[in-house]
């Protein structure tokens, strides 16, 4: 499996709208076959990045394990789906949702259908790996939308991620975030183990998006 670069667009006003739509076709531009490049944008632009830029995997920032019907408010999962979300994020340190909702959801899901589920810490970690995610991204919440990458300020808790999701399931990849911001983060993760990053501001609020999304890339080739 290629190592991934994802990026969360979170409801930053340079990733939202028009402006997801030209960030979503620079990351399509800065894919190579060596990286697996994801776009994590809101529900409200998932149609439109997906229109935009085809060959870019996107995944949805949250997802609510209801079904059709009475559940106002709630992200439904075919719903996305037909939107053009081909993955999502689940209990990100900005959204948490309780392990029951986690459990559910993946039930809910396709089974090729990629879950990452985020961990604030080893325990956390430790804990959803139990259920199986595809994914489990460790991000010390502290760190988040920080100038020091986790790969910097913490990388034990990288290592002790990937050895705790390891013991309990294989099968599971490890990605790490919190303030990564370059290719030199992104070597550093792999190294220790991870098989990618999940970042947000680092690109969505650099200047030069080109640049810095080709750092990111030739950070794993």
Known sequence: MQPLIVVNFKTYSTAMGQKAIKLARAMERASTNNVRMVAVVSAFDLFAVKQAA????????????????????????????????????????????????????????????????????????????????????????????????????????????VDAVRGINPNVRVLCGAGVKDGNDVRTAVQLGAHGVLLASGVTKAEDIDAVLGDLVAGLE
Do not use: R, Y
């Open 54 to 161: 085809p060959s870019l995997e996107v995944w949805s920032q949250h997802l609510d394990p209801v079904g059709q019907g009475s559940f106002t408010g709630w992200l439904q999962p075919d719903n996305a789906i037909e939107q053009g979300a081909q993955g999502t994020i689940i209990n990100h340190a900005e959204h948490k949702v309780d392990i029951t909702h986690v459990k559910n959801l993946m039930q809910q899901l396709p089974n090729e259908f990629p879950i990452c589920a985020c961990a604030a810490d080893v325990d956390e970690a430790h804990q959803l790996a139990g259920l199986g995610p595809t994914f489990i991204a460790v991000e010390p919440p502290e760190l988040i939308g920080g100038e020091i990458s986790v790969t910097t300020a913490a990388p034990a808790i990288v290592s002790e991620t």
